[in-house]
């Protein structure tokens, strides 16, 4: 028999979860206005929110902690990671920023003006809200396999060429500051964007001279499945496909609190002497200086380790692998989740979940409280409210998916973990056909509202 794969490290210290009852959940969840940000953590059995700045660090990114250089300008740690980025990325400047949407920011300011576009692969959420508050405008190009959750594809990150070309031709090209591949793709299920795929992006950004960035969140897992699926690529290192896939676009965004295997930390990478010049000034303005762009010395070494470690294979297969293991249940159960199961997180189809609540009552919002309160873990929803209102008409957007988000952590929960969700959403499914209740907003804020909205029962 083939030996199975195993995760390449064994745990050194644990960390207490609270369990609860049901009745219990059905209290609070209330009390927080039926918004699962405004639970606190020791309501929550298995928090699967998000798997941002959520992982555990390893032993010698802890140990990097202990030597960290907090010195304000020009510190060994700063010195670490640029190292690290440079081996890893490939990209000549670089500028540490405090988390993802800090890199966003800065990089926009230099770069994004009132009225641009900006094409990319279903933004993220703070990508979006960073264009739309420029009063600029994203507009998706994502493959339409992409939006097909039981359409297997094996890179459903993928640009559609044709849609970004029409992009191009509609509007000249100094309208357009930039293209932003997101790799992998949050928004449309933590799919894969192959190098087949950046190539021929790059080369029609490169006919009309347009940078291309890529935001990088996730860039290791890309590469992973990158691996595993497209010919070619089956026995190259992740580090080599990285740098592959980066040597194709002009810079990068960075959530370090994803592949970065850190709690907190971010960054911009990129080859422009002119547009990291830019930056630079606004990194000052919004992050701090230079040499570490808010984030303390101690905490850019951890993350000079953590892109090391992140980039390993062993830990890669078994990260990926596992939220694979919980889609594959889950599947097996009949639930219906995005497929392929992305790299990150399980999906879970709303549409087909909980067809009985309209739309107008946020049923993907629903299904994630209703997995709340049946097992105590929290999930996030990706549906209308994340899509916010027409910033012209005011309306509600109705996204083409109404998903709820499982983000499994990295390194932190076990498969026994795993299995206890997948019950608990085989019992919600199992009883989908009886009433279930939607919710309508009582309060909201202007923009980014999903942190917010407060609910109640319809
Ligand atoms: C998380 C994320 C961001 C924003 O990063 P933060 O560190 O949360 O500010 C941007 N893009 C993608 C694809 C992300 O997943």
């Known amino acids: 028999m083939e030996l199975p794969y195993a995760e390449p490290y064994k745990i050194k210290m644990v960390e207490s979860i609270n369990r609860s009852t049901k009745e219990q ?28 700045g959520t992982g555990a660090m390893s032993d010698k990114q802890w140990a990097e902690m202990m030597i960290g250089d907090e010195s304000y300008a ?123 795929n950046v190539k021929e992006v790059s080369k029609l950004c490169k006919q009309y001279n347009v940078p291309l960035f890529f935001d990088s969140a996730r860039f290791a897992e890309n590469a992973y499945f990158i691996k595993k699926r497209e010919k070619g690529y089956e026995s190259k290192t992740i580090k ?20 970065g295997l850190v709690n907190m930390g971010g960054f911009i990478a990129l080859n422009s002497k002119e547009i990291f010049k830019q930056a630079t000034v606004f990194n000052i303005m919004f992050e701090g200086f230079i040499t570490y762009g808010g984030m303390n010395g101690r905490d850019m070494g951890a993350l000079a380790i953590g892109l090391d470690e992140a980039t390993e294979f062993n830990y890669l297969e078994s990260r990926v692998e596992q939220v694979a293991y919980l889609g594959n249940k889950l599947v097996e159960f009949g639930v219906p989740v995005q497929q392929p199961i992305g790299g990150h997180a399980i999906f879970l189809d709303a549409n087909k979940f909980v067809p009985n609540i309209p739309r107008e009552e946020y049923r993907a ?94």
């Open 25 to 52: 959940r059905l209290k609070w969840i209330k009390k927080a206005n039926y918004n699962l940000f405004n639970l606190t953590s020791d309501k929550v059995f298995i928090d699967l929110l998000t798997d941002s």
């Open 365 to 458: 919002q629903a299904l994630a409280i209703e997995i709340y309160v049946v097992g105590g873990i929290r999930g996030v929803e990706i549906g209308t409210v994340l899509a916010d209102r027409d910033p012209i008409t005011r309306e509600n957007r109705y996204p083409e998916l109404e998903l709820v988000r499982l983000a499994v952590p990295r390194r932190t929960y076990s498969n026994n973990h795993m299995d206890y969700i997948a019950v608990a959403l085989k019992n919600i499914y199992d009883t989908r056909n009886e009433a279930k209740t939607g919710y309508v907003i009582t309060e909201e804020a202007p923009i980014m509202r999903h942190f917010t909205t407060k609910f109640k029962k319809v």
């Open 74 to 196: 020009g510190s060994s740690s700063f010195l670490k990671l640029k190292k690290t980025v440079k081996k890893i990325t490939g990209f000549k400047y670089f500028l540490p920023t405090h988390q993802g949407r800090a890199a966003e920011n800065v990089l926009f300011s230099a770069l994004v003006k009132e009225g641009d576009i900006v094409p990319g692969n279903s933004h993220f959420d703070t990508t979006k809200g960073h264009i739309e508050f420029r009063k600029a405008t994203a507009i998706d190009c994502t493959i339409d396999e992409a939006f097909d959750t039981s359409k297997i594809h094996p890179f459903k990150g993928n640009i559609d060429i044709q849609k970004l070309k029409s992009v191009f031709k509609k509007y000249p090209a100094k309208k357009i500051p930039l293209v932003i591949l997101t790799i992998t793709c949050n928004s449309s299920g933590g799919q894969p964007v192959s190098v087949q």
């Open 240 to 259: 080599e496909i990285a740098k592959e896939v980066f040597s194709y676009g002009d810079g990068m965004t960075m959530s370090a609190k994803k592949d």
